[in-house]
């Protein structure tokens, strides 16, 4: 099993910025992609972004591209997602999510709250 612990979420007003970050624990051996997927309220969960293990293959969501940035810090197998020039479209729980070679995303966080105000 592997462990998916977010934090870094809060509240910022538009314009402003956050980082979030995503420790991984447990099997972690066997992660191969790390991502970011957000859900705000009466809407379905989206894929924010997503990154390899060896730090490339990065894909983002049309509507973060130039503002949101992934990384990755595989001697502390955290994944962070670094939010800048956030609009309230932006509110949403963040999800981290982590899956293996050829499978589907397998493990989740907890969630944090990013709460955008205009």
């Known amino acids: 099993q592997v462990q998916l612990v977010e934090s870094g979420g809060g509240l910022v007003q538009a314009g402003g910025s956050l980082r979030l970050s995503c420790a991984a624990s447990?099997?972690?051996?066997?992660?191969?992609?790390m991502g970011w997927f957000r859900q705000a309220p009466g809407k379905e969960r989206e894929l924010v972004a997503q990154?390899?293990?060896?730090?490339?293959?990065?894909v983002y969501a049309d509507s973060v591209k130039g503002r949101f940035t992934i990384s990755r810090d595989n001697a502390r197998i955290t994944v962070y997602l670094q939010m800048n020039t956030l609009k309230s479209e932006d509110t949403a729980v963040y999800y981290c999510?982590?899956?293996?070679?050829?499978?589907?995303?397998?493990?989740w966080g907890q969630g944090t709250q990013v709460t955008v105000s205009s």
């Open positions: 990154i390899m293990r060896s730090g490339g293959g990065t």
């Open positions: 999510a982590a899956r293996q070679v050829g499978r589907s995303w397998d493990y």
């Open positions: 447990g099997r972690t051996f066997s992660i191969y992609t």
